[in-house]
């Protein structure tokens, strides 16, 4: 077959070759032949993370970068089956990595027949990567040898991640008809191969998404540039799980079919393919993170690279959030282990690694917010601000509810994968009452910072309690009505800005690989830490607690990897202890 052919072509031709050969149609394995496509179009596949949909002809293969959302029941698929022609010729089909059966005119499919074959696959409901930056997602579509679109790119960058701004939402009456690429090159009408007379799909460009949310049913935990994807898979069902990050390569397809017509006994009715596109999955990569910045799977050598930076990445950085926090070092210096804080274990219902800070000013506190999201946007490849105004808790939903009705999820804004920096803008709190979706929200928002879960609702159930990993700032005018672990009063001296982060490549690099860092603690520092704990307590029992030594440790630790080190030094230790301190005096 030509190397041009689309990817369902090959595999037909390798299911009719199977069966020619007298081996069970139903045992058609075609996994070697995958690997043979993907490898001779690795460069030339499309990202759906950063090209308009109408650019690409169904049947194509794709790339998505994306989370898992929502997984669905296991649905029944028609595998094998037999087409009858009007002339009574009978042929042997596979609908495998297709939404439905496509028959030609004059073609009927006869499902009585002996020879059809009934398998089980997966659907799962999956949104691009949320608050994932245009930075982080076009240097993963070069990556992957995928073409960037500087119009998507730009939707997303100059907007502050932290306001839901009010937009004209397009209905589907104004969305226009699209053209497609086919691989070889040509444009082509998208039209349904199951009627050649039906009318042409409307389409949605990815560029749209940033502005449509939840108001078309999108499902979407906060606004994206990307529409969020059907991914059926053909294998283990249960492997994936709600917040897991996936890389997906599979074939991309557009069922025209009314979402009224697609309930059968087979399969429940799915969202309308002219918004949420299917991709059938070939293969993928479970990811471990989403910074295009360091390596996946990452292994211990990234650390010794990101040491030998770390000096020069740490200056850089601390000088950057000095300047957003007004001229304060300490409060950059705490900022600066707030970004590198990650959930390293769980014990019990602790999780921990986790630093949640406050930082509070009295009249900069909104300005403040403004320059440390603008830092961090840069640095950081995902990250949202979340305003805590009495108007945006009774409205918004922050966490996860079970629709039965709709046998979905519905997203909360708090459904963000691991590693997601979260910012809280307590400046924008106003006087007012807060409903009961308002206090429901702002529960769920504390979970989030003490426990480091976001409870998930179901009907006649309690609450399930989902891990999560969101290093979260708090950004008030006062001390936070939050329970953060880390409350700072900012000294403010200048003017709080977002300047521009100097050898941002670097930066970005020694972040991803430091948040990823454990570290060690030997015996005579392990020794240093509890005679000092005993000395502290004797000093002052009423006090210190289990709690502050365990803080302590937490900060010294956040200390030594922000220096390049996975080894804690007496020296980080007494430089936490320090902090503290000077924290604590202005309390």
């Not at 963000?416 to 979706?437: F, Y």
Request: glycine letters at 4%; one cysteine or more; charged letters at 20%.
């Amino acid at each position: 077959m030509a190397s041009s052919a689309m990817p369902l072509e090959v595999i037909d031709e390798h299911f009719q070759a199977h069966i020619a050969s007298g081996n069970l149609p139903q045992a058609f394995d075609p996994s070697d032949h995958i690997q043979s496509l993907l490898a001779s179009r690795a460069s030339t596949m499309p990202s759906l993370n950063v090209v308009n949909r109408d650019a690409i002809a169904p049947g194509s293969l794709v790339h998505f970068r994306c989370m898992v959302q929502d997984t669905f029941n296991p649905e029944i698929y028609l595998d094998v089956y037999e087409e009858v022609a009007s002339n009574g010729d009978r042929r042997l089909r596979t609908s495998r990595f297709r939404d439905t059966t496509e028959t030609p005119d004059g073609v009927t499919v006869e499902y009585d027949s002996p020879q059809c074959h009934f398998k089980n696959r997966q659907t799962l409901y999956c949104v691009p990567i949320p608050a994932e930056h245009a930075w982080a997602r076009d240097a993963y579509a070069q990556e992957q040898g995928a073409p960037s679109q500087p119009g998507m790119a730009e939707v997303s960058a100059g907007k502050r991640a932290a306001e839901d701004d009010d937009e004209d939402m397009p209905t589907p009456a104004e969305m226009t008809a699209p053209t497609a690429m086919v691989e070889g090159g040509e444009a082509v009408p998208v039209v349904d191969k199951r009627s050649r007379s039906s009318a042409s799909a409307p389409s949605v460009s990815s560029s749209t998404f940033e502005s449509m949310g939840q108001a078309t049913d999108l499902n979407l935990p906060v606004k994206a540039t990307a529409p969020p994807v059907l991914v059926r898979i053909y294998a283990d069902e249960d492997q994936f799980k709600v917040y897991d990050m996936v890389d997906f390569v599979g074939i991309y397809t557009l069922d025209l079919t009314p979402p009224e017509q697609q309930q059968s006994f087979l399969a429940p009715p799915r969202p309308d393919g002219t918004l949420v596109p299917r991709v059938h999955a070939l293969t993928w990569t479970t990811l471990s993170h989403s910074n295009p910045m360091i390596p996946h799977p990452a292994d211990d050598s990234i650390f010794a690279e990101a040491g030998a930076h770390a000096e020069g990445a740490r200056a850089a950085l601390i000088q950057a959030l000095v300047e957003a926090t007004g001229g304060d070092n300490l409060a950059a210096e705490y900022t600066l282990l707030n970004l590198l804080s990650s959930v390293w274990a769980r014990r019990d219902d602790e999780a921990i690694g986790k630093l949640s800070i406050n930082l509070s000013h009295r009249t900069e506190g909104s300005a403040m917010h403004d320059a440390l999201v603008g830092v961090i946007q840069q640095v950081m490849p995902k990250s949202h601000s979340v305003p805590l105004s009495i108007d945006y808790l009774n409205q918004a939903r922050m966490n996860p509810k079970k629709d039965y009705d709709l046998e979905r999820l519905e997203a909360g804004v708090l459904q963000l994968s691991d590693g997601t920096h979260l910012t809280l803008n307590e400046t924008s709190m106003n006087q007012g009452q807060l409903a009961e979706r308002g206090v429901k929200n702002l529960l769920a928002i504390q979970q989030v910072i003490q426990n480091q879960t976001v409870p998930f609702e179901f009907e006649h159930m309690e609450p399930r309690f989902f891990p999560c990993n969101l290093p979260t700032l708090i950004i008030s005018e006062g001390k936070s009505m939050l329970p953060a672990e880390i409350k700072l009063p900012v000294e403010v001296t200048q003017p709080c800005q977002a300047t521009e982060v100097q050898n941002v490549g670097v930066v970005r690099a020694y972040l991803g690989c430091m948040r990823l860092a454990r570290v060690e603690i030997p015996e005579d520092v392990q020794g240093l830490i509890e005679n000092d704990f005993v000395a502290m307590r004797q000093a002052n029992p009423k006090v210190v607690q289990a709690s502050s030594l365990h803080m302590l440790i937490t900060l010294a630790k956040l200390l030594a990897v922000s220096r390049g080190s996975l080894v804690l030094a007496g020296d980080d230790y007494l430089a936490a202890k320090a902090m503290e301190e000077a924290r604590k005096a202005r309390t």
